[in-house]
């Protein structure tokens, strides 16, 4: 085939290809607030939601954070997002990984407090994105109740995005959500004798 | 089981976990700079990228980004990081989608001024953070050639990240890479008619 031949017929595929992704779009109107559940034990899940985070800035939107779990260490994410109060309220409501705190009450007391913040936040028209990252693992370890976190989700301003972290998700959240992602690790550097390293892992 | 029983019993279970988990971080002390991998057709790919690039400039990195492939429309993570011009070097080469362009050796030669941006900021080494965004489209596509790339890749400072995002990578870069996750579609919004959400999906 010469090149010209090649060129055209690259051309005639993909003009086929934009009609049926152009159709997809077409038969795609509506706007909504969307309920995202970022799952699976890979790595990028909280990442993801700290990406859309940006986006969503970057949009103009106001956004909200709650850390569930993690608050043993100082994370990029937080320094950085902290770095806008504006656009940006930021909690971390956990005290480290389950087996650092050693304590399922004071767990399930952080969570609990976790969640009064998201569901302030839940109520807000004027935030246009929140995440609760690694609220999967609260959820799967029953330290909040699913059915009324659904709940709460439900009554959210119509236009919010919400976007879900963690292992695990309840198959009730999979179920309720508008778009799920499973992470699986084909590899990890951790395993590799490599470290965190911050940036990367946090 | 009494509640002073249960509350033992998950010390003593969390303890032996910490212990193990312990032993895994004891392993793992090496530093150095991650190449990491995140391909699969689910949503969170460039999401995640982003995310890592919040997480670095909060660990005061300097931070590379091109975006391949994209370009056609504007996006909320330009927006955003484009607000740090001392923190982060941004650069967008593409024109959209290979089915809007419709012209293959329009898109090679994007993908090859991507490139040559690329190849400077894997030289430098007070650039801690380099994502290099949908590059997996155009090295599956054949836009640029693997092995050079994992060349560059190979030659870059030896501290530095650098993230790698879009579907279909190549087997060559998974096997190079340190981190390797895959990122598969549960659901998606825009199968239930919702379109493309700003501040979600761009």
Redesign the interface.
């Known amino acids: 085939m010469s090149q010209t031949e ?2 055209q017929r ?2 005639t595929l ?2 086929k ?2 009609a049926a ?1 152009d159709a ?2 077409a ?6 607030g ?1 309920l ?1 559940v ?1 799952t ?1 034990p ?18 103009g ?1 106001k956004v909200g954070v709650v850390q569930f779990i993690k608050g043993s260490r100082a ?7 902290r770095r806008f109060p504006q656009e940006v309220s930021y909690h971390v409501c956990g005290e480290g ?9 004071r767990d399930v007391q952080k969570a609990q407090e976790g969640w009064a913040i998201a569901q302030g936040l839940l109520q807000r028209a004027d935030v ?2 929140v995440l609760l990252d690694e609220l999967n693992i609260v959820l799967n370890k029953g330290y909040l109740d699913t059915d009324a976190v659904l709940a709460d989700l439900a009554a959210r301003p119509a236009m919010q ?1 919400v ?1 879900v972290t963690g292992r695990g998700a309840p198959d009730a959240l ?1 179920a309720a ?24 892992e ?1």
């Not at 994370?75 to 997002?81: D, I, N, R």
């Open positions: 090649d060129a690259h051309q993909m003009a290809t934009k992704v997809r779009i038969a795609a109107q509506t706007d909504c969307v995202l970022i699976g890979g790595k990028g899940k909280s990442s993801s939601g700290f990406g859309m985070v940006a986006r969503a800035l970057g949009h939107l994370t990029g994410e937080e320094s950085f997002f990984f389950t087996w650092e705190t050693q304590n399922r009450e246009g994105l995005h976007v999979v959500a508008h778009t799920v992602s499973e992470v699986s690790a084909v590899k990890h550097a951790f395993k590799q004798g490599i470290r965190a390293q911050p940036g990367v946090f």
